[in-house]
Structure formats: C-alpha cells, structure tokens
T-cell receptor, first 116, second 115 residues
Framework: SQQGEEDPQALSIQEGENATMNCSYK?????LQWYRQNSGRGLVHLIL?????REKHSGRLRVTLDTSKKSSSLLITASRAADTASYFC????????????????FGSGTRLQVQP | EPEVTQTPSHQVTQMGQEVILRCVPI?????FYWYRQILGQKVEFLVS????????KSEIFDDQFSVERPDGSNFTLKIRSTKLEDSAMYFC?????????????FGAGSRLTVL
C-alpha cells in the first residue's frame, strides 16, 4: 500500500525548540498531507503538498517532499505547548494513477510533547 | 467554520448488538468517509461514499458493516453484530473533491466500547 509511516513515534522537546517529523511512503502519490490530532479528538488538516512541489510553508510549518526518496518532513518552528498533539502524514493518489487505494491513507503518527 | 458533526460521542454496547453511528457532513461536500482508530494506534480507512454508493472500501469493512445516506444530510455507519475488537474511535469525514486533492474535514469522533 502507499501508506505513510511517521518517524519518530514520539518526540519530546522544550518550548521554543523546533520539531521535525518525518514520513515515508511506498508508492507513487499525487499529494501528501499532514494532519494534527489532539488527544481523543478528530484530525485537523494542516497542509497539503503536491507531488510536483518540493517545499511549502504555512505560518510556523514547513513541509518538504522528496519523491525520489518517497519521504516528507514536517518542521514546526518555535514550538509552543499548544503544539502538543499527534501528527499524521497522509498520502493521496489520483484516480488516474490506480496504484492502490484512492482514499487518503494515514500513517501511525508522531506524538509530539512540547514542555513549557 | 463549517464542521462535521457526529453522534453519539460515546456508545457502550454489548457484544452481538447492532450499533448505528451518525454523521452530518459539511453541506456542500460530495465525498464521505468513515475511518476508525483503535486506542493509540493508526487511523484506518473503512469506506468512502460518493453519489449514493460505496466508492471504495477496505478489508476491514466486511459484511457486518454498512453505510447509508438516508436523507440529504445524514451519513450513517451500521455495525450489525458488534465484536470486542470493534471497540475504537470512529471518525466520519467529508471532502468537497474526490481522490487527487481531497482535503478531509473530520468530525470529533464516536467512541464505541463493546463489552
């Protein structure tokens, strides 16, 4: 499957530090998305990067995509205690690609703990 | 901000009982999904629904599961005869577009506990 897998599984940092999470996937994709999940809540979309893009920014978030390595990274700069959550990457394929599941497929997530 | 609403937030049921989880997707969205998350584990795809029919389903979505859009607003997931391993958080999601560039909006989830 094209399922993404995040690394590390858990990350603990101090407020103000940067947090970097990585995602690897297996098959060709149309786009890769990052979602955030607060404990016991639904997932919230953060950012989408298309397969022809290499880097994208949104506020304190920076996402990179390397399709040759089938990997992506999410960088949160100047972290805050409120960034404490689980972060998931999700891969999407185009209907035309037909490389497997078309529905958005999520990885296992990285649990980020930001200590105040 | 439009949101996906799910009911109930928590349901406790006995093994073998039928459960219906309800969702109201965002009104101008055309694609609807159910995902589940066993405590602390990955978010797993169950089924997607478009134009009043299932467009894709996973191997988890076996004969005991069914989905329905009984009216213009609700989207339901039925589990016919619950098993202990069905205990999980069930998330409904919707998107305006389909596979390719579909950003999902998730509900807050329904926690199902099977005893």
């Amino acid at each position: 499957s094209q399922q993404g897998e995040e690394d590390p599984q858990a990350l603990s940092i101090q407020e103000g530090e940067n947090a970097t999470m990585n995602c690897s996937y297996k098959t060709s994709i149309n786009n890769l998305q990052w979602y955030r999940q607060n404990s016991g809540r639904g997932l919230v979309h953060l950012i989408l990067i298309r397969s022809n893009e290499r880097e994208k920014h949104s506020g304190r978030l920076r996402v990179t995509l390397d399709t040759s390595k089938k990997s992506s990274s999410l960088l949160i700069t100047a972290s805050r205690a409120a960034d404490t959550a689980s972060y998931f990457c999700a891969t999407g394929v185009s209907r035309l690609m037909d490389t497997g599941r078309r529905a958005l497929t999520f990885g296992s997530g990285t649990r980020l703990q930001v200590q105040p | 901000e439009p949101e996906v609403t799910q009911t109930p937030s928590h349901q406790v049921t006995q093994m073998g009982q039928e459960v219906i989880l309800r969702c109201v997707p965002i009104s101008n969205h055309l694609y609807f999904y159910w995902y589940r998350q066993i405590l602390g584990q990955k978010v797993e795809f169950l089924v997607s629904f478009y134009n009043n029919e299932i467009s894709e389903k996973s191997e988890i979505f076996d004969d005991q599961f069914s989905v329905e859009r009984p009216d213009g607003s609700n989207f339901t997931l039925k589990i016919r005869s619950t098993k202990l391993e069905d205990s999980a958080m069930y998330f409904c999601a919707s998107s305006r577009t389909g596979p390719g560039a579909n950003v999902l909006t998730f509900g807050a989830g329904s926690r199902l506990t099977v005893l």
